[in-house]
């Protein structure tokens, strides 16, 4: 079986800080990879994934993840946060149809 | 276009009354799922529609019944519901997966119902 750990609940940091969030996977498999995040009463929107290829992928919005097989982690980064972007983020593993996400990560982004 | 929409937004009902939820994708997929959501957690799968035919059960209670009329709408029937049932209703999209051994095509998310079961 597979799953997906987040170890922080919760992230606090500075506008226009640095930020990383953490995940690590368990899986005997080759395993796709998630990013989604969630903005207050929405549903989730796909932030960025990882298939196969280059192991550094990025989204339109500056965040980025780097899959790292040896280990098994997919963090999330971002080098300067935004206001904006104060959410929940869940990173996700998908074997078959089942996606399995982590606990996830609140970004709580201030002033 | 990579849009899923959920109608109603929000949705108040009693423990007797019976009402639908339904989710709408014109991106060509042909698997479409079910999620639960309560507040602070991630989704939880409820059901997976692969060609329109129901291929996962995720030991969902029977006062929910999804339904899939074609490859374009997924409805979830709810009857008799508890007030723990309240939370946020997903629904999701993708390419099902020609391969047991391999992972679905990416799943894309609606906005979501808002369920309160008084």
């Known amino acids: 079986a597979q799953s997906v750990t987040q170890l922080d609940s919760q992230v606090p940091v500075f506008e226009e800080a640095p930020v990383e969030l953490r995940c690590n996977y368990s899986s005997s498999v080759s395993v796709y990879l998630f990013w989604y995040v969630q903005y207050p009463n929405q549903g989730l929107q796909l932030l960025l994934k990882y298939l196969s290829g280059s192991t550094l992928v990025e989204s339109i919005n500056g965040f980025e993840a780097e899959f790292n097989k040896s280990q098994t982690s997919f963090h999330l980064r971002k080098p300067s946060v935004h206001i904006s972007d104060t959410a929940e983020y869940f990173c996700?593993?998908?074997?078959?149809?089942?996606?399995?996400f982590g606990t996830g990560t609140r970004l709580l982004v201030s002033p | 276009d990579t849009e899923v929409t959920q109608t109603p937004k929000h949705l108040v009902m009693g423990m007797t009354n019976k009402k639908s939820l339904k989710c709408e994708q014109h991106?060509?997929?042909?698997?479409m799922y079910w999620y639960k959501q309560k507040a602070k957690k991630p989704p939880e799968l409820m059901f997976v529609?692969?060609?329109?035919?129901?291929?996962i059960n995720e030991s969902v209670p029977s006062r929910f019944s999804p339904e899939c009329p074609n490859s374009s709408l997924l409805n979830l029937h709810l009857h008799a519901l508890q007030p723990e049932d309240s939370a946020l209703y997903l629904c999701?999209?993708?390419?099902?997966?020609?391969?047991?051994?391999?992972?679905?095509?990416?799943?894309?998310f609606g906005p979501g119902t808002r369920l309160t079961v008084l």
């Open positions: 996700a593993v998908s074997r078959f149809q089942k996606l399995v």
């Open positions: 529609y692969s060609y329109e035919k129901l291929s």
């Open positions: 999701a999209s993708s390419q099902p997966s020609y391969n047991p051994g391999l992972a679905g095509g990416t799943q894309y």
């Open positions: 991106m060509g997929h042909r698997a």
